[in-house]
């Protein structure tokens, strides 16, 4: 049983950032992938980012390829989103998830073996 945390959400304007942290309480956490997804009010969920047990691979969705970054400390039980240059459509529910592998987290939260309950992120513009 891996339990997630999601923190670090809030209220910023267009073009700021924030740094969302999942943590985790599972002694197995460095043997998933973790990735970030997102939901929007009246939207479907979105996958983010997700990055490999080892750190070394990581994947991005195109809508926040270059402006976001996803890294982790297995030491520590974490995995951070950086995000730049926020925009308004960025706005959403905030989600991190385990799975198996990135290309399991891809496919979406439904595939998802363990999911946090969210942190909430609001771009003003």
């Known amino acids: 049983q891996v339990q997630l945390v999601e923190s670090g959400g809030g209220l910023v304007q267009a073009g700021g950032s924030l740094r969302l942290t999942c943590a985790a309480s599972a002694r197995t956490f460095g043997s998933y992938a973790i990735g970030w997804f997102r939901q929007g009010r009246g939207k479907d969920g979105e996958f983010v980012a997700a990055?490999?047990?080892?750190?070394?691979?990581?994947n991005y969705a195109a809508s926040v390829k270059g402006r976001f970054t996803i890294s982790r400390d297995n030491a520590k039980n974490t995995v951070n989103l950086q995000m730049n240059s926020l925009k308004p459509e960025d706005t959403a529910v905030y989600y991190c998830?385990?799975?198996?592998?990135?290309?399991?987290?891809?496919?979406?939260?439904?595939?998802?073996?363990?999911r946090g309950q969210g942190t909430p992120v609001t771009v003003s513009s």
């Open positions: 990055i490999g047990w080892s750190g070394d691979t990581k």
């Open positions: 998830a385990a799975g198996l592998s990135i290309a399991t987290l891809t496919r979406g939260l439904n595939f998802t073996d363990y």
